[in-house]
């Protein structure tokens, strides 16, 4: 089975912007739902946010709600997270995951990880 890939992490001021991607090089997660992840230092890898394969549809954490958004590129396959505002407690890995049920994708405990992508913020 293919991996995805994530990438677009880097360090930001709070209050500062970046946009994350997440690809599947291996055309392996077609018609799948994708959820992002992070695992902050010394914690436990938590759900962010996830986007149907259409695209149309998306759920967040609330941590995260009015200041993250997910989206889609069908024709590449590859997802977005549009961070805003960002702020020292979202420094951590950034994952993706997919999944063919849109309401699974959401579990931590389900699935394979790739590498993920370092997001650190800080001034």
């Known amino acids: 089975q293919g991996q995805l890939v994530e990438s677009g992490g880097g360090m930001v001021q709070p209050g500062g912007s970046l946009r994350l991607s997440c690809t599947d090089p291996?055309?392996?997660?077609?018609?799948?739902?994708t959820a992002w992840f992070r695992q902050g230092p010394g914690k436990d890898r938590e759900f962010l946010a996830a986007i149907s394969w259409t695209g149309d549809s998306a759920y967040y954490a609330n941590e995260v709600k009015g200041r993250f958004t997910a989206s889609r590129d069908k024709a590449t396959n590859t997802v977005y997270l549009q961070m805003n505002n960002l702020k020292p407690e979202d420094t951590g890995v950034y994952f993706c995951?997919?999944?063919?049920?849109?309401?699974?994708?959401?579990?931590?405990?389900?699935?394979?990880w790739g590498q993920g992508t370092q997001v650190m913020v800080s001034a």
């Open positions: 995951k997919a999944d063919l049920s849109f309401g699974r994708v959401a579990a931590v405990d389900v699935g394979s």
């Open positions: 291996g055309r392996a997660f077609t018609n799948h739902a």
